[in-house]
C-alpha cells in the first residue's frame, strides 16, 4: 500500500502543484511539509476509496489532481481508471475545467 500512496504522490504532485500561484509542475522533496501535507490529503481519498468496505480487496494505484490552499492540500478529483477511457479527450477536457493548472503536467 505505501508503494502506492508514494506512486500516486509522486503522480498527484506533478499533475497540480500549486496551480494558483506558479505555472510549472513541481515536486516537493521527500521529508518535507508540504510533501507530507500531500500524503494526508491522498492517504485520506484512498482509505475512503482504495479498498472495499470489509478491507480485504485493495484496488489499483491511481492518480489525481490536486491543489494547494492555504497550505493544504485539497483533491479535486480522481483520474478514470475504467478500461475503455478516451484518455485524449479526458485531458483536453481536465485542461478546460482547470484552465490555470500547469500546462506542462498534462500529457502531450
Known amino acids: 500500500m505505501k508503494n502506492h500512496v508514494a506512486t500516486t504522490l509522486l503522480i498527484a504532485s506533478l499533475f497540480l502543484s500549486g496551480c494558483a500561484s506558479v505555472n510549472t509542475a513541481h515536486t516537493p522533496p521527500e521529508g518535507s511539509a508540504e510533501r507530507n501535507a500531500i500524503l494526508q490529503a491522498v492517504h485520506h481519498a484512498l482509505a475512503r476509496q482504495g479498498q472495499s468496505a470489509?478491507?480485504?480487496q485493495h484496488y489499483e494505484s491511481q492518480s489525481g489532481l490536486l491543489q494547494e490552499t492555504t497550505n493544504k492540500w485539497k483533491l479535486l478529483e480522481w483520474m478514470p481508471?475504467?478500461?475503455?477511457?478516451?484518455y485524449k479527450k479526458y485531458f483536453t477536457n481536465l485542461k478546460a475545467k482547470y484552465p490555470s493548472a500547469?500546462?506542462?503536467?498534462?500529457?502531450q
Open 54 to 56: 470489509d478491507g480485504k
Open 81 to 86: 481508471a475504467e478500461e475503455g477511457t478516451d
Open 102 to 107: 500547469p500546462p506542462d503536467i498534462f500529457p
